[in-house]
């Protein structure tokens, strides 16, 4: 059985910090490992896509990583703006395809 | 090129009535996957469909609830005789036939079942 865990729940910090958001999940066979971000009140939007074969994924201030022989991936982003507040959730595959995802991180980014 | 549209985006019914959620995936996607997401939870699996039939259906509770994906039309989710336990927000995603899981999934917007 795969379980997706992800700390801290919450995060809150001031507008221009690098930071780090946690994934663990707990089934080491997986093919991917997804990053995405939720807006209040909104849908998904996927942020980024590992495939086991790598241990990382950028896009613009976003560097995702993944190291499956421990079960964690971790979430950077650089440079942290306002418009970075969201809450971030990661999610691994599980047997048919169908994706496990954490409870997500809370990410508030204050001027 | 439309993204996944879920409709209503907003739906309020009393207890023991039907609620009809509808999903189209995005053009050229033949994979739907239904999931939940209660007040201050996750999102959790419910049930995955390719067009006329159903893989995996083992996050849907066992009564009230079914899922169809017909060859024609959209997807539909619908709880029966609804409780106000299922107040939740239901969200819709889709990938493309050949990639499966190895392909983003794109999520619509939700649907907000609010039972009365």
């Known amino acids: 059985k795969q379980e997706v865990t992800q700390i801290p729940a919450a995060l809150s910090v001031p507008e221009g910090e690098n930071l780090v958001l946690n994934c663990s999940f707990t089934?080491?066979?997986?093919?991917?490992l997804q990053w995405f971000r939720q807006d209040p009140g909104k849908g998904l939007t996927s942020l980024l896509l590992?495939?086991?074969?790598?241990r990382e994924q950028t896009s613009g201030r976003l560097n995702a990583s993944l190291d499956k022989s421990s079960g964690r991936s971790t979430l950077y982003i650089a440079a942290s703006q306002p418009g970075d507040s969201a809450t971030y959730l990661c999610?691994?595959?599980?047997?048919?395809?169908?994706?496990?995802f954490g409870t997500g991180t809370r990410l508030q980014v204050f001027p | 090129n439309a993204g996944v549209m879920q409709n209503p985006r907003h739906l309020v019914r009393r207890r023991g009535q039907e609620a009809r959620l509808r999903c189209s995936p995005m053009?050229?996607?033949?994979?739907v996957y239904w999931y939940r997401q209660l007040p201050e939870e996750g999102l959790k699996f419910m049930v995955y469909?390719?067009?006329?039939?159903?893989?995996?259906e083992s996050g849907m509770p066992k009564e009230r609830f079914s899922a169809e994906f017909p060859k024609e039309g959209p997807s539909i989710l619908r709880i029966q005789q609804v409780v106000r336990g299922d107040s939740a927000a239901y969200f819709c995603?889709?990938?493309?036939?050949?990639?499966?899981?190895?392909?983003?999934?794109?999520f619509g917007n939700g649907t907000r079942l609010t039972v009365t």
């Open positions: 995603a889709s990938s493309p036939p050949s990639e499966g899981a190895n392909s983003p999934l794109h």
């Open positions: 089934d080491s066979a997986i093919y991917n």
């Open positions: 590992i495939q086991s074969s790598q």
């Open positions: 999610a691994a595959p599980y047997n048919t395809d169908k994706l496990i």
């Open positions: 053009k050229g996607h033949s994979h």
């Open positions: 469909l390719q067009k006329e039939n159903i893989i995996d």
